[in-house]
């Protein structure tokens, strides 16, 4: 019967049954499709769209926002970033309001890379400084930090 009253176990019994159970639960092992040899695994479009949502030039996010984003840090080393901008409290004159960008955040999750390489779209005929692309085509990570891209 299905209806959820009962479960079954099945454990390996001898030492091959258990390496074999082991071997086909290591992701590293079974991402690639012995098919075709590639990857079965891939960035969701979902992932892909937040991704360049989050790091183009005009994202800021408040300290509320930041902090609730590297709550979800399991990494996270305890330092907050530099704000990128302070932006003057309305009703307060002296007063600021810190706002740090996406492409900061973004930083904080990956690795202390060092990284150039030029989007689908970047046109090789620009005549701007690579760090200077006003597309944002041209990535440029240095030490694990967004620079531009």
Same mark, same amino acid.
């Given at each position: ?10 454990? &390996? ?14 992701? /590293?092992?079974?991402?690639?499709? &012995? *098919? ?16 360049? @949502?989050?790091?183009?030039? /005009?994202?800021? %996010?408040?300290?509320?926002? %930041? ?11 305890? @330092?907050?970033? =530099? ?7 309305? /009703?307060?004159? !002296? ?8 492409? *900061? ?6 690795? @202390?890379?060092? %990284? ?8 090789? !005929?620009?005549?701007?400084? *690579? ?8 990535? %440029? =990570? ?8």
């Amino acid at each position: 019967d299905f209806d959820g009253d009962e479960m079954n176990l099945h454990v &390996p019994q001898s030492l091959t049954a258990r390496a074999e159970a082991e071997t086909m639960m290591m992701v /590293n092992k079974v991402i690639v499709s &012995p *098919q075709s040899n590639r990857p079965v695994m891939g960035i969701v479009q979902d992932s892909l769209l937040s991704s360049a @949502k989050m790091t183009k030039r /005009n994202i800021f %996010l408040e300290k509320d926002h %930041l902090m609730n984003h590297i709550m979800w840090m399991d990494d996270w080393d305890g @330092k907050i970033p =530099i704000p990128a901008i302070m932006i003057p409290t309305d /009703n307060k004159p !002296g007063a600021y309001t810190p706002h740090w960008t996406g492409k *900061q955040l973004f930083s904080m999750i990956i690795p @202390k890379v060092n %990284l150039i390489r030029k989007a689908n779209g970047h046109k090789d !005929g620009e005549k701007f400084p *690579q760090d200077l692309c006003p597309h944002d085509t041209y990535v %440029l =990570i240095q030490d694990g930090q967004i620079i531009c891209g």
